[in-house]
């Protein structure tokens, strides 16, 4: 008799126990549910710290719109189309940021980042080729503007050089320097055109005393040489292909006409003038 009431004890103590965690986990149920419908009244939750290694944000259909993520440089954050094209980047690059824009072909079509020698800013035409540069260090002359053909050659370029004076250039499609404009610093601004070969046949450049020119031959040497004085005006020189001059006419002291005539090794020359005095 004894042993049958101990069982019957026992088995009232566990109906009791199951019925006690069934309350807990009905109450807490209640309070999970009033708590949601609470937030829910007052408004979205705010979280103070999130620590994720990525997050995706996704469409309706399950696409990636959004996408925080990191790199081995650092984080970045991406964008893209309805159809997973990737079309925006901002993330970093061993120098410092860096952003990268696609058209929704993916072709790379815009790029803003730092690099070793400063910023730099890109373009790309529709088939992914590079149109125009401006950089901090292209040309290795200092801040720049490059401009490239159809296949990626640049052809036209403005820049700084190391002294901070203004420097404009112009290649052919080859890659051939044919035109370069300079400073010539307390002076004043310098043309150079040259031929594909990097010869150089005309100078054009700004001195104290006005404007010089210098015509030179295939051989790069100085045939027809033309400048101007404060004190008597224009004069020009016109050298055999040695370089040996043998025409000069400029302007004297008395503000008449002269010419200078020359032998092949600038010898013999003979003197021509106005008469004094003379009018026809």
Request: net charge negative; aromatic share 4%; glycine share 14%.
């Amino acid at each position: 008799m004894k042993n049958e009431r101990l069982d019957k004890l026992e088995q009232e103590l566990t109906a009791m126990k199951r019925s006690t965690r069934r309350w807990r986990g009905a109450t807490l149920g209640l309070l999970i549910c009033a708590g949601l419908f609470a937030a829910d009244a007052v408004g979205p939750t705010v979280i103070d710290h999130l620590v994720v290694r990525k997050l995706d944000v996704i469409t309706d259909e399950g696409q990636v719109a959004l996408s925080l993520s990191q790199s081995e440089t650092g984080g970045q954050i991406d964008l893209y189309s309805s159809n997973g094209t990737n079309l925006l980047r901002l993330g970093t690059n061993a120098s410092g940021g860096d952003m990268a824009v696609w058209n929704r072909e993916g072709t790379s079509v815009a790029g803003l980042w730092s690099g070793d020698d400063g910023g730099v800013f890109s373009l790309w035409n529709k088939e992914g080729l590079e149109n125009t540069i401006v950089s901090s260090g292209a040309m290795v002359l200092g801040s720049s503007l490059a401009v490239n053909n159809d296949a990626g050659v640049p052809v036209f370029a403005i820049a700084s050089d190391d002294a901070g004076d203004g420097r404009m250039q112009l290649v052919d499609h080859a890659g051939n320097l044919v035109f370069d404009a300079r400073t010539i610093p307390g002076v004043g601004g310098a043309i150079v055109l040259k031929t594909v070969e990097g010869k150089r046949v005309v100078m054009l450049a700004a001195t104290s005393e006005g404007g010089t020119m210098n015509l030179m031959n295939a051989r790069g040497v100085p045939v027809v040489l033309a400048s101007t004085s404060n004190n008597h005006g224009g004069a020009i020189t016109i050298a055999n292909e040695r370089g040996m001059s043998v025409v000069t006419a400029k302007a004297d002291d008395e503000q008449r006409g002269a010419m200078n005539i020359s032998d092949a090794d600038g010898n013999g020359t003979r003197r021509i003038r106005p008469l004094r005095g003379y009018s026809p």
